[in-house]
């Protein structure tokens, strides 16, 4: 059974940082696409970032410089790193798995693309 739990969420003043992780479990295909979606109050649920196995990287381009993606492997660990905060990144965030995927799909923000979800973790950044 394939599981994703998010944690290290929290309430941050702007400008802070915080770092997300994505622990996944029962998986045991080497391709996959791992990413980070987001979904404030009141909106959708919108892809922030995206990796696969070789490490690729895709990234939402309104939030380019601020977050950054990445894994480790050895523990089956996803990441986000948010630096530069802002009251707008207030949202509850997901760590999503599509398998089989030898690399992340082009639009890979599309939600319908992944299998497998996590049940999120909270962000709140205060002004």
């Known amino acids: 059974q394939v599981q994703l739990v998010e944690s290290g969420g929290g309430a941050v003043r702007a400008g802070g940082s915080l770092r997300l992780s994505c622990e996944v479990s029962?998986?045991?295909?080497?391709?996959?696409?791992l990413a980070w979606f987001r979904q404030a109050p009141g909106k959708g649920r919108e892809g922030v970032a995206a990796i696969n196995a070789d490490g690729s990287t895709s990234n939402a381009d309104s939030l380019k410089g601020r977050f950054t993606i990445s894994k480790d492997s050895a523990t089956n660990t996803l990441y986000l790193q948010m630096n530069g905060l802002k009251p707008e990144d207030t949202a509850m965030y997901y760590c999503?798995?599509?398998?089989?995927?030898?690399?992340?799909?082009?639009?890979?923000?599309?939600?319908?693309?992944?299998?497998?979800w996590g049940q999120g973790t909270q962000v709140t950044v205060s002004s």
């Open positions: 999503a798995l599509e398998r089989a995927q030898y690399s992340c799909r082009e639009k890979w923000y599309l939600l319908t693309w992944y299998d497998y």
């Open positions: 029962g998986y045991g295909s080497a391709n996959y696409c």
